[in-house]
């Protein structure tokens, strides 16, 4: 698991104050890039193979709004990794009350630069992603 930290800004919050669903969708993918870079998982990698990562699904269950100075911990983890998917988890809560924002899952599959389809996930993808899903924060 991964924790990142953010602080909410002004440039994240809507006409009413608080933090748009979009901005959550943004902090919710820089929390991946960090959960990625703890293992210094780079995309090059991926292209010199041919491939890329795909978000193919993301499930977000709003639970609480957030506001301007809030400190967000969003915690991530690989959930599950198939044969063709790899699912992430994903939860965000309040540092400060400790209350839930959102949780989230998000399910990336392995995109064929050549052809543009997914693939199967083979060993060495999937070794990655172990080691992903046993690193800590």
């Given at each position: 698991?991964?924790?990142?930290?953010?602080?909410?800004?002004?440039?994240?919050?809507?006409?009413?104050?608080?933090v748009t669903n979009q901005r959550f969708l943004d902090l919710?993918?820089?929390?991946?890039?960090?959960?990625?870079?703890?293992?210094?998982?780079?995309?090059?990698?991926?292209?010199?193979?041919?491939?890329?990562?795909?978000?193919?699904?993301?499930?977000?269950?709003?639970?609480?709004?957030?506001?301007?100075?809030?400190?967000?911990?969003?915690?991530?983890?690989?959930?599950?990794?198939?044969?063709?998917?790899?699912?992430?988890?994903?939860?965000?809560?309040?540092?400060?009350?400790?209350?839930?924002?959102?949780?989230?899952?998000?399910?990336?599959?392995?995109?064929?630069?050549?052809?543009?389809?997914?693939?199967?996930?083979?060993?060495?993808?999937?070794?990655?992603?172990?080691?992903l899903s046993n690193k800590k924060n």
């Amino acid at each position: 698991m991964s924790v990142t930290e953010i602080k909410v800004k002004g440039y994240h919050l809507d006409l009413f104050g608080r933090v748009t669903n979009q901005r959550f969708l943004d902090l919710l993918e820089d929390a991946r890039w960090s959960y990625m870079d703890t293992i210094g998982l780079s995309f090059d990698e991926f292209a010199k193979k041919g491939v890329f990562l795909a978000v193919v699904n993301i499930n977000v269950n709003f639970r609480a709004p957030s506001i301007l100075g809030d400190t967000l911990v969003i915690e991530t983890s690989v959930d599950r990794i198939g044969n063709r998917s790899i699912t992430v988890k994903q939860r965000m809560y309040n540092k400060k009350t400790e209350q839930i924002v959102l949780d989230a899952e998000v399910v990336y599959v392995i995109v064929d630069l050549a052809t543009g389809k997914s693939i199967p996930i083979d060993n060495g993808m999937r070794q990655i992603w172990l080691e992903l899903s046993n690193k800590k924060n």
